[in-house]
């Protein structure tokens, strides 16, 4: 069974960092387009970041030079480093892995991000 599991979510400051981690199983994850997407109360769900599985990475104007997304294809494991959060910040991220080649998308549950102070 395809699992994305995300973590790391939670409280911060404005100013402050956060670290999300989406740990897949049941996929081969090296094969996988990895992503960030987040939506806020109110708003259609937005991508963040990607970063491929050629390890081309994009990053969306609002969070660039701020947000941080790696992988790890050992641990078949996406994470996104949050710097300088902002109160725009605020939403629930979502993982996503998408093949290319078989033209298949996983979701993860979320987690919530909560900037405040």
């Known amino acids: 069974q395809v699992q994305l599991v995300e973590s790391g979510g939670g409280l911060v400051r404005p100013g402050g960092s956060l670290r999300l981690s989406c740990t897949t199983s049941?996929?081969?994850?090296?094969?996988?387009?990895m992503s960030w997407y987040r939506q806020a109360p109110g708003m259609q769900r937005e991508s963040v970041a990607t970063?491929?599985?050629?390890?081309?990475?994009h990053y969306a104007d609002s969070v660039k030079g701020r947000f941080s997304i790696s992988r790890d294809n050992t641990d078949n494991t996406v994470y996104l480093q949050m710097n300088s959060l902002k109160h725009e910040d605020t939403a629930v991220y979502y993982c996503?892995?998408?093949?290319?080649?078989?033209?298949?998308?996983?979701w993860g549950q979320g987690t919530q991000v909560s900037v405040s102070s």
């Open positions: 996503k892995a998408y093949n290319p080649w078989q033209r298949e998308h996983y």
């Open positions: 049941g996929i081969l994850f090296l094969l996988h387009d």
């Open positions: 970063i491929t599985s050629g390890v081309t990475i």
